[in-house]
């Protein structure tokens, strides 16, 4: 009985934690390090008395609020996007970046913006998705993940490969079309620095319907999990599976990645924190990964704005240094 | 004529005329006449090609022998086809340090570029080494460790560079390794660290051929196995080292070059070391003078171009290699 | 009855079963023998979906079972894989549960009656008192055995299980041997791939004898074990006495 009720307690104390460290960032990130010596009494203000000469409130309202909300969402998109691919392909190390979705994305997200060729008539949340696309199926084609005796290893190594071709042709492509963007090192590295409420707004209706989707695949992922052969008797339909949590990983990613360019390793990280503070039921890990996505991406905002104020480091560099060492300690353990 | 002579030779020619093109190339295209009237005597172009395109040149020729070489030692020691000093995060650590010190003290003597630059690398080193000597992982999972490493200092560069900004194309060079800007002053740090490594990584062929039928049997064949893997390393590293010093990490050099040679000419380190320095060279030669002619006036990174062809080439290896 | 007609089924390239016709006998035990590689899994595979088929049918009760939908299949057929995954720290009692999914709707939970299902299985195979621990932490046996929960929490009227007995040591595959009879008395059929042959004949009431992707033999035990199946199956030279204890045919190896 003991070991229960202890059980129970976690139960609710984890999640209050989580959640309150994610609370915690956000308000803090809605008054810290700012040029206009925003205080917390501000944020109360702006409830108890709220006024539109003010100026202060004025930033918070429209330039802090947006860009906390859009930290927070894509978090919860990255975590959520990296456990389906864990979920999905039974490889602790799946997740955006090492399979080169992020920087597929990125990829075509440049040359959209540069105007190349027929890639400029899409709208940029199109040529971010087929640039997620590419990066995915490349490193799925190239690293044997479509045969039956596939590996794991080979899998990560083929990811990084082709995300190394594939950062290099953004630089190249950045390069040749404005040689004097330093802005180009910004966005190259996931930065949040451009957020206001029009990001917000192209943002929520498409990780709305991607999040739904990805909660319709939880209990698939679930059965998944006890190999695919199992899966099919428990009446699962594998294809239809894969090409729903596919889609779901696209549409995360790729949204994500047109707003804040490609945020490093969160995909990685929070899926496996999850896994760690939670059991295995999908219907869990979802919201918790996300949430824990949220708070990671959340704080490392904060970090990267007061870290050498009143310039920004980009978010991205801020959650790769985090995420290679996490990278190199997963591997070592074995967890491949 | 050895096949052997003739392929060293045709490739001597491949460079001497790639270079003699890289001369004329560039923003401002010049006959070969022009060219080689000026090298001899001078004249108006004299700074375009004497002191602008020659030692950009030497510098790609001395770079890419120098890490190729270094590919070749390491790939001997670790006997790991997956094995390169960028792809072991060795660039990285050197990289690191050289960016360092120019950022904290940009008017410092480029004398100082390479040792710096070595503290580095060794550094780097050493802790794939201690990581290896711990966890004892795979050889695939040792690359794996060694790219995450080489990450983790690239983000610390990128991070470096934001805090103190620098002209895109300078922060290029620690990005992904460029050409862009380098003179005779880069030249004369740079040549005598190979005029003493290299001489000495020939000197080592001989028991690296050996070292391939694995330790027991070169021990027993009477090589210092634990001598033989400290001295190869050492310099790979160093090669490395003062080869990212002057450039920056111009990615999968070290990793394709040797393949093409032992391709070529077998696995006798004695014929591959020269072959994998041509190749080299004329990888990053040919690196470079592209990236200055694709959009001129704009200067690519000679890194992103390496890295076109040298990531394909990495996944061909994954297609081959079995030992997972 | 489930009958499979003219089965074709071709692995990357590879014929590995060759117009087979094959039915099982509704009720009742039927063993799966033939050397290693005659297609025994494959067909297993294949009857439960998980393969695609070239040409030919698999009928349930008349029906064409790759017509139905995963759920409806997966509420008239199970099957257990010969190797499945077992993820870190899954407990026992959410295993089982997940032998639920075909008759739980896109977004709803267990309902009481899934609950109930999921503690008969329980019950069943001896595992309640360890319904919470995880699965990685229990003995090959016990593993073995939540498996089987999870396959009887699924309810279907076919069983097909893939080799349960490997890596079990004689006791515990005994126990399973035994467990599939009470299985089969509560009226379930099932198809078992076998590696031993007198437990096949000892435990099985119907036998269907493969080799190279071809059916060589299927009825009784009784009727069609023989020294001249055995030659000429698994190139065996043995003799076939009766065994004492359960009065069934039992082989010798000369």
């Given at each position: 009985?003991?070991?229960?009720?202890?059980?129970?307690?976690?139960?609710?104390?984890?999640?209050?934690?989580?959640?309150?460290?994610?609370?915690?960032?956000?308000?803090?990130?809605?008054?810290?390090?700012?040029?206009?010596?925003?205080?917390?009494?501000?944020?109360?203000?702006?409830?108890?008395?709220?006024?539109?000469?003010?100026?202060?409130?004025?930033?918070?309202?429209?330039?802090?609020?947006?860009?906390?909300?859009?930290?927070?969402?894509?978090?919860?998109?990255?975590?959520?996007?990296?456990?389906?691919?864990?979920?999905?392909?039974?490889?602790?190390?799946?997740?955006?970046?090492?399979?080169?979705?992020?920087?597929?994305?990125?990829?075509?997200?440049?040359?959209?913006?540069?105007?190349?060729?027929?890639?400029?008539?899409?709208?940029?949340?199109?040529?971010?998705?087929?640039?997620?696309?590419?990066?995915?199926?490349?490193?799925?084609?190239?690293?044997?993940?479509?045969?039956?005796?596939?590996?794991?290893?080979?899998?990560?190594?083929?990811?990084?490969?082709?995300?190394?071709?594939?950062?290099?042709l953004t630089r190249a492509a950045l390069i040749i079309a404005d040689d004097t963007a330093y802005s180009i090192l910004h966005w190259l590295s996931g930065s949040l620095s451009e957020i206001d409420w029009h990001s917000w707004s192209q943002l929520w209706p498409l990780s709305l319907i991607a999040l739904l989707l990805a909660f319709s695949?939880?209990?698939?992922?679930?059965?998944?999990?006890?190999?695919?052969?199992?899966?099919?008797?428990?009446?699962?339909?594998?294809?239809?599976?894969?090409?729903?949590?596919?889609?779901?990983?696209?549409?995360?990613?790729?949204?994500?990645?047109?707003?804040?360019?490609?945020?490093?390793?969160?995909?990685?990280?929070?899926?496996?924190?999850?896994?760690?503070?939670?059991?295995?039921?999908h219907?869990?890990?979802?919201?918790?990964?996300?949430?824990?996505?949220?708070?990671?991406?959340?704080?490392?905002?904060?970090?990267?704005?007061?870290?050498?104020?009143?310039?920004?480091?980009?978010?991205?560099?801020?959650?790769?240094?985090?995420g290679t060492p996490f990278f190199i300690f997963l591997v070592l353990k074995g967890k491949l | 004529m050895t096949r052997y002579t003739q392929l060293l030779l045709s490739g001597f020619l491949l460079l001497f005329l790639l270079a003699?093109?890289?001369?004329?190339?560039?923003?401002?295209?010049?006959?070969?006449?022009?060219?080689?009237?000026?090298?001899?005597?001078?004249?108006?172009?004299?700074?375009?090609?004497?002191?602008?395109?020659?030692?950009?040149?030497?510098?790609?020729?001395?770079?890419?022998?120098?890490?190729?070489?270094?590919?070749?030692?390491?790939?001997?020691?670790?006997?790991?086809?997956?094995?390169?000093?960028?792809?072991?995060?060795?660039?990285?650590?050197?990289?690191?340090?050289?960016?360092?010190?120019?950022?904290?003290?940009?008017?410092?003597?480029?004398?100082?570029?390479?040792?710096?630059?070595?503290?580095?690398?060794?550094?780097?080193?050493?802790?794939?080494?201690?990581?290896n000597r711990w966890h004892n992982p795979s050889p695939a999972r040792l690359a794996l460790v060694g790219i995450a490493i080489s990450a983790f200092l690239s983000s610390c560069i990128n991070f470096l560079l934001i805090l103190h900004p620098v002209e895109v194309n300078s922060a290029m060079i620690w990005l992904t390794g460029s050409l862009w800007g380098r003179n005779w002053d880069y030249v004369w740090p740079l040549l005598p660290w190979l005029i003493v490594l290299v001489p000495f990584s020939f000197y080592l062929a001989w028991s690296l051929d050996l070292f391939a039928l694995g330790e027991d049997t070169a021990d027993a064949l009477g090589v210092d196995t634990k001598g033989l893997q400290i001295a190869a390393l050492l310099s790979a590293v160093a090669l490395a080292s003062v080869s990212v010093a002057v450039c920056g990490t111009i990615g999968f050099v070290g990793l394709l070059a040797p393949h093409l040679a032992r391709l070529l000419v077998g696995s006798r380190h004695k014929l591959v070391l020269p072959v994998a320095a041509l190749v080299g060279a004329l990888l990053v030669l040919s690196a470079d003078t592209l990236a200055r002619n694709l959009a001129p006036p704009l200067e690519l990174p000679a890194g992103v171009l390496t890295a076109i062809i040298g990531a394909p080439y990495f996944l061909f290896l994954l297609h081959r290699y079995k030992g997972y | 009855m489930l009958s499979i007609e003219n089965l074709s089924v071709a692995y990357s390239g590879k014929t590995v079963l060759r117009d087979l016709n094959v039915s099982i006998p509704e009720g009742k035990i039927t063993a799966l023998i033939g050397p290693n590689g005659c297609g025994k899994s494959t067909l297993l595979k294949a009857i439960s979906g998980s393969l695609k088929i070239a040409t030919g049918k698999v009928r349930l009760a008349g029906q064409d079972l790759t017509k139905l939908s995963h759920k409806n299949r997966a509420r008239c057929l199970s099957i257990l894989p010969q190797s499945p995954i077992t993820p870190e720290g899954l407990s026992v009692r959410q295993l089982v549960s997940f032998g639920r999914n075909p008759y739980l709707s896109q977004w709803g939970g267990l309902s009481v009656e899934d609950l109930q299902k999921v503690q008969m299985a329980l019950v069943e195979t001896g595992l309640t008192d360890l319904a919470d621990r995880p699965i990685d932490s229990l003995s090959g046996g016990q593993r073995q055995r939540a498996w089987i929960a999870m396959v009887l929490a699924q309810d279907t009227q076919y069983i097909l299980l893939d080799e349960p007995t490997t890596y079990l040591d004689l006791t515990h595959q005994i126990e399973l041997m035994e467990m599939m009879q009470k299985m089969n008395k509560n009226g379930?059929?099932?198809?078992?791939?076998?590696?031993?042959?007198?437990?096949?004949?000892?435990?099985?009431d119907h036998l269907i004898v493969m080799k190279e992707g071809q059916l060589i033999a299927q009825d009784a035990p009784h009727k069609i074990f023989n020294s001249t199946l055995l030659k000429q199956v698994f190139a065996l030279n043995a003799v076939i006495i009766n065994d004492p204890v359960a009065n069934k045919p039992m082989c010798i190896p000369l």
């Open positions: 009985m003991k070991i229960l009720s202890s059980a129970g307690h976690s139960k609710t104390l984890t999640p209050a934690l989580l959640l309150s460290t994610l609370m915690l960032g956000f308000i803090i990130s809605l008054y810290g390090q700012s040029e206009f010596l925003l205080q917390a009494n501000d944020l109360w203000q702006i409830l108890i008395a709220p006024d539109s000469q003010d100026i202060k409130q004025q930033v918070i309202l429209l330039l802090r609020l947006p860009r906390s909300l859009v930290a927070c969402l894509i978090g919860f998109n990255l975590g959520v996007a990296g456990l389906l691919m864990q979920g999905l392909t039974r490889n602790p190390l799946a997740s955006p970046t090492l399979f080169a979705i992020n920087s597929g994305a990125a990829c075509l997200m440049a040359l959209n913006s540069i105007g190349f060729a027929f890639f400029s008539a899409l709208p940029s949340e199109l040529a971010t998705f087929l640039g997620a696309l590419l990066g995915g199926v490349l490193v799925f084609s190239l690293g044997g993940g479509l045969r039956s005796d596939s590996n794991a290893l080979r899998l990560i190594l083929a990811g990084i490969a082709v995300n190394g071709l594939l950062s290099s695949t939880s209990r698939g992922l679930n059965l998944n999990a006890l190999g695919e052969q199992t899966a099919n008797s428990l009446g699962i339909n594998i294809t239809w599976l894969r090409v729903r949590v596919c889609l779901a990983v696209l549409l995360l990613t790729s949204i994500s990645v047109t707003l804040a360019g490609p945020i490093v390793f969160v995909g990685l990280i929070a899926p496996h924190l999850a896994r760690a503070l939670f059991n295995n039921n219907l869990v890990l979802l919201p918790a990964s996300g949430l824990l996505g949220a708070a990671l991406v959340c704080w490392a905002d904060l970090l990267s704005r007061s870290i050498i104020p009143p310039a920004e480091t980009p978010v991205g560099i801020i959650t790769a240094l985090i | 003699c093109l890289s001369l004329a190339m560039g923003a401002e295209s010049l006959p070969i006449k022009t060219v080689l009237q000026t090298l001899i005597h001078g004249g108006d172009q004299d700074f375009i090609v004497n002191y602008y395109r020659l030692p950009r040149i030497l510098i790609a020729i001395l770079v890419g022998m120098g890490l190729a070489i270094s590919g070749v030692l390491t790939q001997g020691i670790i006997r790991n086809p997956l094995a390169s000093p960028d792809l072991m995060g060795i660039s990285g650590g050197a990289g690191l340090a050289a960016c360092t010190m120019l950022l904290i003290w940009p008017n410092i003597d480029n004398v100082w570029l390479p040792p710096i630059a070595l503290l580095g690398g060794f550094s780097a080193a050493l802790v794939i080494w201690l990581l | 379930k059929t099932l198809v078992v791939v076998l590696h031993d042959l007198n437990q096949a004949c000892r435990y099985c």
